[in-house]
Protein backbone atom coordinates (compact mmCIF):
# COMPACT_ATOMS: atom_id res chain seq x y z
CA UNK A 1 0.00 0.00 0.00
CA UNK A 2 1.15 3.38 -1.06
CA UNK A 3 1.97 6.27 1.59
CA UNK A 4 -0.06 8.30 -0.69
CA UNK A 5 -3.51 6.57 -1.03
CA UNK A 6 -4.20 6.16 -4.91
CA UNK A 7 -7.68 7.74 -4.43
CA UNK A 8 -5.91 11.20 -3.17
CA UNK A 9 -3.84 11.30 -6.05
CA UNK A 10 -6.49 11.08 -8.51
CA UNK A 11 -8.44 13.23 -6.92
CA UNK A 12 -5.33 15.74 -7.04
CA UNK A 13 -4.70 14.65 -10.53
CA UNK A 14 -8.47 15.65 -11.38
CA UNK A 15 -8.05 19.04 -9.15
CA UNK A 16 -5.90 20.37 -12.28
CA UNK A 17 -8.33 19.25 -14.75
CA UNK A 18 -10.11 22.76 -15.46
CA UNK A 19 -6.79 24.74 -15.20
CA UNK A 20 -5.34 22.10 -18.09
CA UNK A 21 -8.52 22.88 -20.01
CA UNK A 22 -7.41 26.86 -19.68
CA UNK A 23 -3.72 26.22 -20.79
CA UNK A 24 -4.56 23.64 -23.33
CA UNK A 25 -7.08 26.92 -24.55
CA UNK A 26 -4.26 29.51 -24.69
CA UNK A 27 -1.79 26.66 -26.91
CA UNK A 28 0.23 25.38 -24.34
CA UNK A 29 1.54 21.85 -24.92
CA UNK A 30 2.01 19.30 -22.54
CA UNK A 31 5.60 19.07 -23.48
CA UNK A 32 6.25 22.69 -22.90
CA UNK A 33 5.12 21.69 -19.34
CA UNK A 34 6.91 18.44 -18.92
CA UNK A 35 10.38 20.60 -20.06
CA UNK A 36 9.76 23.46 -17.56
CA UNK A 37 9.07 21.20 -14.61
CA UNK A 38 12.15 19.91 -15.19
CA UNK A 39 13.91 23.32 -15.71
CA UNK A 40 12.27 24.26 -12.39
CA UNK A 41 13.38 20.82 -10.21
CA UNK A 42 16.90 21.49 -11.80
CA UNK A 43 16.71 25.43 -10.52
CA UNK A 44 15.00 24.37 -7.29
CA UNK A 45 17.96 21.68 -6.44
CA UNK A 46 20.55 24.17 -7.04
CA UNK A 47 18.90 26.67 -4.52
CA UNK A 48 18.58 24.13 -2.28
CA UNK A 49 22.51 23.21 -2.74
CA UNK A 50 23.02 27.01 -2.22
CA UNK A 51 21.06 26.72 1.53
CA UNK A 52 18.31 28.83 0.39
CA UNK A 53 15.44 26.56 1.47
CA UNK A 54 12.42 29.19 1.15
CA UNK A 55 12.94 29.75 -2.24
CA UNK A 56 13.71 26.78 -3.14
CA UNK A 57 10.39 25.33 -1.49
CA UNK A 58 8.98 27.56 -4.02
CA UNK A 59 10.52 26.86 -6.84
CA UNK A 60 10.18 22.80 -6.35
CA UNK A 61 6.53 23.27 -5.54
CA UNK A 62 6.34 24.57 -8.94
CA UNK A 63 8.34 22.21 -10.48
CA UNK A 64 5.84 19.38 -8.82
CA UNK A 65 2.75 21.21 -10.18
CA UNK A 66 3.92 21.79 -13.58
CA UNK A 67 5.29 17.52 -13.27
CA UNK A 68 1.36 16.38 -12.48
CA UNK A 69 -0.35 19.30 -14.64
CA UNK A 70 1.32 17.98 -17.75
CA UNK A 71 -0.02 14.31 -17.65
CA UNK A 72 -4.20 16.54 -17.20
CA UNK A 73 -2.21 18.61 -20.56
CA UNK A 74 -2.08 15.89 -22.72
CA UNK A 75 -5.85 14.80 -21.68
CA UNK A 76 -7.31 17.55 -22.50
CA UNK A 77 -5.49 17.81 -25.91
CA UNK A 78 -7.56 14.29 -26.57
CA UNK A 79 -4.48 11.98 -25.86
CA UNK A 80 -0.39 12.26 -25.41
CA UNK A 81 1.45 11.25 -27.58
CA UNK A 82 4.12 8.62 -27.71
CA UNK A 83 6.79 10.85 -27.78
CA UNK A 84 5.35 12.87 -24.97
CA UNK A 85 5.03 9.74 -22.84
CA UNK A 86 8.71 8.96 -23.52
CA UNK A 87 9.61 12.85 -22.85
CA UNK A 88 7.66 12.76 -19.12
CA UNK A 89 9.28 9.45 -18.38
CA UNK A 90 12.95 10.67 -19.18
CA UNK A 91 12.48 14.03 -17.55
CA UNK A 92 11.15 12.37 -14.51
CA UNK A 93 14.34 10.08 -13.59
CA UNK A 94 16.61 13.27 -14.26
CA UNK A 95 14.69 15.04 -12.12
CA UNK A 96 14.55 12.51 -9.51
CA UNK A 97 18.06 12.07 -9.97
CA UNK A 98 18.37 16.28 -9.39
CA UNK A 99 16.38 15.89 -6.00
CA UNK A 100 19.21 13.30 -4.67
CA UNK A 101 21.76 14.92 -6.04
CA UNK A 102 21.43 18.29 -4.40
CA UNK A 103 20.57 16.47 -0.95
CA UNK A 104 24.17 14.90 -1.63
CA UNK A 105 26.07 17.95 -2.38
CA UNK A 106 24.30 20.25 0.28
CA UNK A 107 25.71 17.47 2.71
CA UNK A 108 29.10 17.15 1.04
CA UNK A 109 29.62 20.89 1.55
CA UNK A 110 28.28 20.92 5.07
CA UNK A 111 29.92 17.72 6.27
CA UNK A 112 33.25 17.77 8.50
CA UNK A 113 34.39 14.30 9.30
CA UNK A 114 37.05 15.43 11.70
CA UNK A 115 33.69 17.26 13.99
CA UNK A 116 31.13 14.91 12.93
CA UNK A 117 30.58 11.65 12.62
CA UNK A 118 26.48 10.98 11.90
CA UNK A 119 25.59 15.03 11.89
CA UNK A 120 22.87 16.02 9.21
CA UNK A 121 25.76 16.80 6.48
CA UNK A 122 26.74 13.22 6.45
CA UNK A 123 23.20 11.78 6.97
CA UNK A 124 22.31 14.40 3.75
CA UNK A 125 25.47 12.71 1.65
CA UNK A 126 24.91 9.28 2.03
CA UNK A 127 21.16 9.05 2.36
CA UNK A 128 20.86 11.43 -1.11
CA UNK A 129 23.33 8.61 -2.59
CA UNK A 130 21.43 5.72 -1.44
CA UNK A 131 17.98 7.85 -2.54
CA UNK A 132 19.63 8.39 -5.93
CA UNK A 133 20.19 4.40 -6.53
CA UNK A 134 16.86 3.16 -4.83
CA UNK A 135 14.82 5.65 -6.86
CA UNK A 136 16.20 4.71 -10.55
CA UNK A 137 15.95 1.10 -9.24
CA UNK A 138 12.12 1.73 -8.55
CA UNK A 139 11.48 2.78 -11.90
CA UNK A 140 13.36 0.22 -13.22
CA UNK A 141 11.69 -2.32 -11.81
CA UNK A 142 8.51 -1.16 -12.68
CA UNK A 143 10.17 -0.27 -16.43
CA UNK A 144 10.97 -3.90 -16.93
CA UNK A 145 7.80 -5.45 -15.39
CA UNK A 146 5.65 -3.92 -18.15
CA UNK A 147 8.11 -5.17 -20.91
CA UNK A 148 7.68 -8.92 -19.36
CA UNK A 149 3.84 -8.00 -19.32
CA UNK A 150 3.00 -7.65 -15.85
CA UNK A 151 2.52 -4.77 -13.38
CA UNK A 152 4.71 -4.03 -10.50
CA UNK A 153 3.35 -0.75 -9.40
CA UNK A 154 3.25 -1.73 -5.94
CA UNK A 155 5.59 -0.72 -2.79
CA UNK A 156 5.10 1.74 0.08
CA UNK A 157 7.10 5.07 -1.65
CA UNK A 158 6.03 5.69 -5.39
CA UNK A 159 7.16 8.58 -7.20
CA UNK A 160 4.71 11.00 -5.68
CA UNK A 161 5.15 9.89 -1.82
CA UNK A 162 8.79 10.65 -2.14
CA UNK A 163 8.33 13.96 -3.64
CA UNK A 164 6.09 14.58 -0.69
CA UNK A 165 8.31 13.50 2.17
CA UNK A 166 11.09 14.92 0.00
CA UNK A 167 9.26 18.95 0.01
CA UNK A 168 7.77 18.27 3.23
CA UNK A 169 11.33 18.44 4.63
CA UNK A 170 12.85 21.06 2.66
CA UNK A 171 9.42 22.92 4.16
CA UNK A 172 10.63 21.91 8.00
CA UNK A 173 13.88 23.37 7.17
CA UNK A 174 12.17 26.93 5.50
CA UNK A 175 10.28 27.38 8.62
CA UNK A 176 12.21 26.15 11.20
CA UNK A 177 15.97 27.08 10.31
CA UNK A 178 16.87 23.39 10.88
CA UNK A 179 18.84 21.87 8.78
CA UNK A 180 18.76 18.00 10.09
CA UNK A 181 14.74 18.04 9.83
CA UNK A 182 15.64 17.83 5.94
CA UNK A 183 18.08 15.46 6.85
CA UNK A 184 15.59 13.09 8.42
CA UNK A 185 13.12 13.74 5.40
CA UNK A 186 16.06 12.71 2.84
CA UNK A 187 17.05 9.58 5.13
CA UNK A 188 13.51 9.04 5.40
CA UNK A 189 12.78 8.88 1.33
CA UNK A 190 15.76 6.94 1.00
CA UNK A 191 14.83 4.14 3.12
CA UNK A 192 10.86 3.83 2.42
CA UNK A 193 12.48 4.03 -1.67
CA UNK A 194 14.53 0.89 -0.58
CA UNK A 195 11.94 -0.96 1.08
CA UNK A 196 9.75 -0.54 -2.26
CA UNK A 197 12.27 -1.81 -4.34
CA UNK A 198 12.34 -4.97 -1.99
CA UNK A 199 8.71 -4.99 -2.39
CA UNK A 200 8.64 -5.10 -5.73
CA UNK A 201 11.13 -7.57 -6.07
CA UNK A 202 8.96 -9.92 -4.08
CA UNK A 203 6.41 -9.01 -6.32
CA UNK A 204 7.70 -9.82 -9.62
CA UNK A 205 9.32 -13.07 -8.00
CA UNK A 206 5.87 -14.11 -6.58
CA UNK A 207 4.65 -13.26 -9.92
CA UNK A 208 7.24 -14.85 -12.43
CA UNK A 209 6.99 -17.92 -10.61
CA UNK A 210 3.42 -18.39 -10.61
CA UNK A 211 2.91 -18.08 -14.28
CA UNK A 212 6.04 -20.26 -14.24
CA UNK A 213 4.73 -23.00 -12.42
Given at each position: ??????????????????????LHGLGIRANTVTVLGFFLTVV?????????????????????????????????????????SFLDSTLDRLSDAALAIGAV??????????????GSGAILFWAGLLLLVASFLVSYI????????????VGVAPREARIAIYLIGVAAWAVT???QLFAVAVAVTAFLATITVLQRIAHMASALNEKKG
Amino acid sequence: MSLVPRGLATSLRGGLAPLARGLHGLGIRANTVTVLGFFLTVVGVALLAAAQPGAALLVLLLGALCDTLDGQLARAAGGGTRFGSFLDSTLDRLSDAALAIGAVQLGASTFDPYVQTFGSGAILFWAGLLLLVASFLVSYIRAKAESLGESSSVGVAPREARIAIYLIGVAAWAVTGTLQLFAVAVAVTAFLATITVLQRIAHMASALNEKKG
